[in-house]
């Protein structure tokens, strides 16, 4: 994706590389983003080691870590920054389902533990520890790439992160109950994107519309919850939800949004999904099918924190836990690109297994490198 040449011009400019030496930014940089992923059988010791094998530079320790300073973060949140936006700038192929979509996208947050020392940059908000880093991700939900990241405190609600996001018109945006926010779906159907969401327990909207025909008129300006508390078949509608505003949730004003929900006999319980997707467009089958795309981000989070090192930031400096993170973060994007690549080669209608693809991609990936 980046030359050797556009990583020197950036080291240069950014101070990590004052003059040419033995050590190249380059091998330095791959070194630690490609080999730095876990702290069994490829320790910080072990990147130091594979550091000399591939180089043929023999570096002390404290010659080696002394390199990982806070302009060297920076050329890292660059690499990763550059991946982003050509990820951002492709234009998915998209059929079936989701051809009326520009693209798919699945949001959501993962918290990792930090050492105690780091309390007061990121406190926790849990009893068993006392700091904890908050890392959000939009994950292209048809290839697992990562499109926007952003890192702060535990105690920080999933829906800051998203408050300064450029919603991509056409595109369909898959949330979980963590962005459960009419203001944040008002902001997104404004901008021209599409939206799929859970729908907390504690929302009770008005029903001002029945799409399906088959409860008729009797659940209009009914509260949703008490209207389908006995009905076992498809709901399909049109709810009126109020507009809070932020800190104390004053409401100020109202919006209509689609609420659909099938019932599972088996587990004897009913999802319900908000959108805005017109009903005209798709049928609530199809929505909760489409609802399973989030699961992409979830096998990303699942890539990054078992097997690319996302869960084991041990250091207690900031600017190194945030190069870590970095590091896992275009690990776990290389790797799922590297997976769509090998899809291609197989024949139609087989896919790749994408944690037995970590496995295989984290060995062969060292010696590419």
């Not at 018109?169 to 949330?175: C, E, H, I, N």
């Not at 009903?279 to 096998?299: C, D, N, S, T």
């Not at 970095?326 to 291609?344: F, G, I, S, V, Y």
Request: charged residues 25%.
């Amino acid at each position: 994706h980046l030359s050797d040449s556009e990583i020197m011009r950036k080291s240069g400019e950014e101070g990590v590389t004052e003059r040419v030496r033995t050590v190249h930014i380059t091998d330095y940089l791959r070194t630690l983003v490609f080999t730095l992923d876990r702290q069994d059988g490829q320790s910080n010791m072990g990147a130091r080691r594979h550091f000399i094998l591939s180089t043929g530079v023999s570096l002390a320790r404290s010659s080696f870590w002394g390199r990982f300073t806070e302009a060297f973060e920076r050329l890292v949140a660059w690499v990763l920054g550059q991946l982003v936006k050509q990820a951002n700038d492709a234009r998915p192929r998209l059929t079936g389902l989701l051809r009326g979509f520009t693209d798919v996208i699945a949001l959501d947050a993962t918290v990792v533990a930090l050492p105690d020392k780091l309390a007061e940059v990121w406190p926790a908000s849990r009893m068993q520890m006392q700091a904890a880093l908050k890392v959000y991700t939009a994950v292209r939900a048809t290839s697992g790439e990562l499109l926007e990241r952003a890192i702060g405190a535990e105690r920080m609600h999933d829906i800051n992160f998203v408050r300064s996001s450029v919603w991509k018109s056409g595109a369909l945006y898959l949330a979980d109950l963590a962005f459960t926010d009419t203001v944040l779906w008002k902001e997104i159907s404004e901008s021209g994107a599409f939206f799929v969401c859970r729908l907390k327990s504690n929302f009770k909207p008005t029903i001002v519309e029945v799409y399906d025909g088959t409860v008729g008129r009797c659940w209009i300006e009914r509260k949703l919850r008490e209207a389908i508390r006995n009905h076992h078949r498809v709901v399909d509608t049109l709810c009126r939800f109020n507009l809070r505003k932020p800190p104390h949730h004053d409401t100020y004003g109202q919006t209509n949004f689609r609420v659909v929900g099938l019932w599972d006999p088996k587990s004897k319980t009913r999802r319900l999904y908000v959108t805005n997707i017109p009903a005209r467009w798709l049928k609530p089958q199809e929505i909760q099918l489409l609802y399973k795309l989030r699961w992409e981000v979830e096998i990303f989070y699942k890539l990054a924190k078992g097997g690319l090192g996302l869960g084991e930031l041990r250091s207690g400096k900031p600017h190194i836990v945030r190069t870590l993170v970095d590091a896992a973060l275009l690990r776990a994007t290389l790797t799922m690109q590297a997976k769509q690549l090998a899809e291609m080669h197989l024949r139609r209608g087989l896919v790749v297994n994408p944690l037995a693809w970590c496995l295989v991609w984290r060995e062969l990936f060292n010696p590419l490198a």
